[in-house]
């Protein structure tokens, strides 16, 4: 359902990391919507945690009878074939994601153990809390190294794996920090797209205007 459902309504970059030496990771994606999009229909991801950072825009996720607002800089997790859904699909919408397969409990090989652990934290956290600036860099460096070319295959996946681990665990941390307004998330998501899109313009004006907003929330 995600595939089709994205295809269709906004331009994407979604792939695993199998082929990268990490099969905990099936899925990971950065979208940004184009225009207004009707809800997403309701869906689950059989078997993985899904894991959305928000970067800009803001949009809510149903689950479980509850609504969850998602700001730029934070969190939001879905538990393994838990239904749920975007209420919202507003213009200028731009997540990060990612599925995290539930590793079967006799399988073995390369971390293992840290997998399971990583999947009992996991299960463990809000269903959505701040990410701070660390998840979004770790984003931001996951997807270049995806797009950059190695000569040597293996430095390739042990950067892609060292900086996936680097990013599970940016979100683990994430969870435990205090739930604040937002207005703070906000200004380091803008300094997480401003890192990322170098090359894109950011009047003073529109970075003000951004400022004194985050202040009045603050304010509040």
């Excluded at 879905?78 to 409990?105: C, D, T, V, W």
């Excluded at 940016?170 to 998501?189: F, I, K, T, Y």
């Amino acid at each position: 359902i995600s595939e089709s459902f994205e295809k269709r309504s906004y331009r994407q970059c979604t792939e695993g990391l199998e082929v990268d030496g990490v099969p905990w990771i099936p899925l990971i994606g950065r979208n940004s919507f184009l225009r207004t999009e009707n809800p997403s229909p309701w869906h689950t991801h059989k078997g993985c945690i899904e894991i959305v950072y928000c970067r800009h825009g803001t949009c809510e996720y149903e689950s479980r009878g509850k609504v969850y607002q998602l700001k730029p800089g934070r969190i939001f997790v879905s538990r393994p074939n838990e239904s749920h859904r975007m209420m919202s699909n507003p213009k200028g919408l731009a997540p990060y994601y990612l599925l995290f397969k539930i590793p079967e409990r006799q399988a073995k090989g390369l971390f293992g153990d840290e997998v399971r652990f990583i999947e009992h934290k996991l299960r463990k956290v809000p269903r959505l809390f701040n990410g701070g600036p660390r998840t979004g860099s770790c984003f931001v460096r996951l997807f270049r190294l995806i797009e950059q070319r190695f000569d040597d295959k293996s430095e390739r996946q042990l950067r892609i794996l060292e900086t996936c681990l680097s990013l599970i665990l940016s979100v683990l941390d994430a969870s435990e920090a205090p739930m604040s307004d937002g207005g703070s998330a906000r200004v380091q998501a803008l300094a997480e797209e401003m890192r990322a899109h170098p090359e894109q313009s950011y009047p003073i004006e529109a970075l003000a205007n951004a400022t004194a907003e985050t202040s009045k929330e603050q304010g509040a």
